[in-house]
């Protein structure tokens, strides 16, 4: 158990303050739904791009990657490859012309209702299987982020792992709640530049700890040859093709991740997109490769070693109070709180969105709507669904990599093919969507039960397939349909 003192604790009861100030602020602003879901599409290029980077990351760019890495050395840099490629692209690509569409679709709130409005769906269909894919994906991706606040209070404050989960749930909840989307925009901000100080420390430190990269790669050789080498796993055998484009197939998750997209359509205007898509990529590679050094390090410097991989989550937990003074110390573990809610936070607006604007607007459809109404039943939503993550949470067992990793794959398969389709392909229909939507959505689930099992094929990481098949589907289905444009 990591040994702390009370300025850590003054440190998190600061940041905490902070955080809720920034959540009552933009309550004062928040009057409609619009502003509760999308900031009335005011953010900026800055807040745009650390808001997205920050909801993507999450606790898993301090958590995951640096225990993935502490574990299997530079394998884990296939992954950073995928990611890296995957986060260009999808500002190049999709952030510019989404930005357009869904305002000039209607002015379009949310991924389900973009789709309603631009495969024309009178029958509300694929507005509900968009909504229902999201809830399912969202609650797995929400309780990964509050497994990992627990796994923080757990450690650092000698906490019940039950009682902490439970704290992080009512933190994220009351300024998600009250501020909606500025709220969360504001603080992802914040919090984005607190990640990246916190790993560039600790990354630092430790390899001056470590001798610098001589003494690391000396130290760590002396451990396992096999780390340092990218085309091995620790035990030494040669990776896979399988294994290797699992690794590299995490790019393909971007183009369909509801919490990143809704960033790209919150943006001021698509001219904004080219200085933010600069600040993004300039953030997310430095980010990446510092969480990677982290473990790394941790491989030398953790003693005794960190044996599972639900207790090498923990590696930068342990370096931080082992190699920092307390006040910077508690800084950089608020920067894990910040990593937790700044994607908790996005991930229960998002599904609480789908909840008013999809399930409640769109297919009850109320006789009397009012904009107090759905900002109601949306605060509501995020009650709800909060709830039902943390539940799924409460099993320590669960390790926040392998709870991204499914959520990421379903929303990847689920949207990413429609969306690109949608922006590029003037003869998809809707025919076409709804079949790339349940193809992408349904492989995941099917394939991740499949895993584990017969072997072979389905060691595939679960997205890959789940992308093909859902960029198959939708374009033979569209041209069996008649091809026609929206």
Same mark, same amino acid.
């Given at each position: ?6 300025? !850590? ?49 999450? #606790? ?6 640096? #225990? ?51 495969? &024309? =769906? ?16 969202? +609650? ?47 603080? =992802? ?11 560039? +420390? ?185 709830? !039902? ?5 409460? &099993? ?30 003037? &003869? ?51 041209? !069996? ?6």
């Amino acid at each position: 158990m990591i040994q702390t003192d009370s300025t !850590i604790i003054l440190t998190f009861l600061l940041y905490l303050v902070v955080v809720l100030g920034i959540g009552f602020i933009a309550w004062r602003r928040t009057r409609n739904l619009s502003d509760y879901i999308l900031g009335g599409r005011s953010l900026g290029s800055g807040v745009a791009a650390l808001s997205a980077q920050a909801s993507d990351m999450s #606790g898993w760019l301090l958590l995951g990657l640096p #225990g993935y890495a502490y574990l299997a050395g530079f394998e884990a840099g296939w992954m950073l490859i995928g990611l890296l490629i995957g986060t260009y692209l999808n500002w190049r690509i999709v952030a510019a012309r989404l930005r357009t569409a869904t305002e000039q679709y209607g002015d379009s709130l949310t991924l389900p209702d973009y789709f309603e409005r631009r495969f &024309n =769906d009178h029958s509300g269909v694929l507005r509900i299987v968009s909504a229902a894919f999201i809830l399912i994906f969202f +609650i797995f991706y929400t309780s990964a982020g509050l497994v990992a606040g627990g796994k923080l209070f757990e450690t650092v404050f000698d906490m019940p792992y039950e009682l902490a989960v439970i704290i992080g749930t009512v933190t994220v909840v009351i300024y998600t709640f009250i501020g909606g989307f500025l709220a969360v925009s504001w603080t =992802d901000f914040f919090q984005g530049m607190l990640m990246f100080l916190a790993l560039i +420390i600790v990354a630092v430190l430790g390899l001056g700890a470590s001798g610098g990269f001589t003494g690391l790669s000396v130290s760590m050789v002396e451990q396992n040859l096999h780390i340092l080498i990218p085309f091995t796993d620790v035990d030494g055998n040669p990776l896979t093709f399988i294994a290797v484009i699992s690794a590299l197939g995490w790019g393909l998750g971007y183009f369909g991740q509801p919490h990143i997209l809704a960033r790209f359509m919150a943006i001021k205007s698509a001219e904004h997109v080219p200085r933010a898509r600069h600040i993004a990529m300039i953030w997310v590679t430095i980010a990446l490769f510092a969480g990677m050094m982290v473990g790394l390090v941790g491989i030398v410097l953790v003693e005794p070693p960190l044996q599972s991989q639900a207790d090498s989550e923990k590696v930068f937990m342990v370096l931080t109070t082992l190699l920092l003074h307390p006040v910077i110390a508690g800084i950089c573990l608020a920067g894990i709180l910040a990593a937790v809610m700044s994607t908790a936070d996005s991930q229960l607006l998002v599904a609480s969105s789908a909840i008013s604007e999809d399930f409640y607007k769109g297919l009850l459809k109320p006789a009397k709507i009012t904009e107090e109404g759905l900002l109601r039943v949306g605060r509501l939503a995020v009650v709800g669904i909060a709830i !039902i993550a943390m539940v799924l949470a409460l &099993n320590a067992d669960n390790t926040v990599l392998g709870l991204v990793a499914y959520a990421w794959a379903g929303f990847g398969a689920a949207f990413g093919p429609t969306i690109i389709l949608s922006l590029y392909w003037k &003869n998809s229909n809707y025919l076409g969507a709804l079949a790339g939507i349940l193809t992408g959505g349904l492989t995941v689930i099917i394939w991740k039960q499949m895993s584990g099992g017969p072997g072979g094929i389905f060691d595939l990481y679960e997205i890959v397939p789940g992308v093909l098949f859902s960029f198959i589907a939708f374009w033979s289905v569209s041209v !069996i349909g008649g091809g026609k444009e929206a």
